[in-house]
């Protein structure tokens, strides 16, 4: 038996959320498809957010149906035991324990469903789901609409209607409840911690791949599951790849490195990112241009509160950035023109952040009728200025090419300003110099 990984009386509470929001409607959600690594290995499994989120249930080949104020109202389609199967690949809950731990309605075998979801999507007006996630249960849903179309015998009223299922669950998971909230400082306690041993045992000569080796284990061994994504660690030009994956070359005194990496905790993700130099010491270029970045970012937290529009909020990030091109001679000319042409976006290519929250790019719209929305309170968001000049542009100064800096820190927004859940992370240039490289009885060969 295992323990699930959430308060089911918290699903149960957003459930209560989610049925305020429709009407006469089934909600289906499936479970994230498991994908085969090689022969019979699969890639590591991990739960499908929102499946997660209203029901705690992670095991592969489930699907739950949720039909607000009928009855049942709640039904969630499994595995079954099979003893066999559960030798080799673990326990399962099976029916009966599902239904009993995860305190729904009802309970079936994951090979009823065909049958079963009929009778109850025959009973409701319209259906949300998430087409084309999960390409295993696609194929089900498909024939099911069409099942449900033939049982209405001659209605005339057609197929019904089908919504997209994301961005309504998007809308509830992108307030997050304290619960959530609880969840997330957890995330981003355990991953300051981690960035904080990387700072201490970073030193010339180590690998981008120990450092993340460290950065996973360092998260790991404080509860995370995993991390929330794949982590850079990228050493001097390598920081100007934005997604850089290869985290497989060596680090190099007289270079920064730049790390951005999150850890999972009970399905919450953290992103933090830092930049430091590889040996502890910033030369006079890395700390002339890593201060402008470091005081942007600052002050783009200070304003944020409830109201101020994203849009708004990523436009100051610019016209700073921009300042910044102009004075370290990157760019010439009008301010104005070089946004407008957007001229900036060779040195700062992405925005200033995203949504956070049990996926690093959490769910949730970004506009509302056609517009930026504001800031609210209980929202998840990243702010993360970065500025990076190409190793091989020629036309920006010799010191500065293949310098790339990015400080990342995790923010919730509240009734009257924000929390800053990343804080503690160090950033400022005084403590990451008395930080780095600190770890005494570090052994330098393998
Ligand atoms: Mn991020």
Known sequence: MRTPNINIDEC???????????????????????????????????????LFYLTGFEEPESVFIFRPGKSPETVLFVREKNVTRETWEGFRYGPQLAQQIFQVDEVYTVDQIDAKAVELLLEVSCVYYSQYRDSWFDSHFKNLMLNVKA?????????????????????????????DLELMRKACDITVQAHLEMMKQCRPGMSERELHGLFIYEVMRRGC???????????????????????????????????????????????ITRTWPVSGKFSSAQKRVYQKVLDLQKSLIDVMKPGLVIKDHQQMAIEGLVDIMLDEKLLS??????????????????????FLGMDVHDAGAYEVGGTSRPYEEGMGVTVEPGLYIPHGDESAPAELRGMGIRIEDDIVVTVDGVENLTVAAPKEINEL????????GFVNSL
Do not use: W
Not at 156 to 161: A, E
């Open 225 to 271: 599951a995993r991390e929330g994504y794949g982590s850079i660690v990228a050493g001097g030009k390598n920081a100007c790849t934005l997604h850089y994956i290869f985290n497989d070359e060596v680090l190099k005194e007289g270079d920064l490195v730049l790390v951005d990496a999150g850890g999972e905790y009970k399905y919450y993700s953290a992103d």
């Open 151 to 179: 049982k209405s015998g001659r209605s005339g009223k057609g197929l019904m209607p089908i919504y997209d299922s994301y961005p309504l669950i998007g809308e509830l998971r992108l307030k997050k409840s304290s619960y």
């Open 12 to 50: 149960k509470k957003r459930r209560a959320r989610l049925a305020d929001k429709v009407d006469d409607a089934a909600i289906i959600v499936s479970a994230h498809t498991e994908y085969v690594r090689n022969h019979d290995v699969h890639h590591p499994y991990r739960q499908d957010s929102n």
């Open 433 to 440: 110099e008395d930080l780095v490289g600190s770890a005494s």
């Open 333 to 354: 000319g009008s301010k104005e023109q070089l946004i407008e042409n957007n001229d900036f976006r060779k040195y700062y290519p992405h925005g200033l952040g995203h």
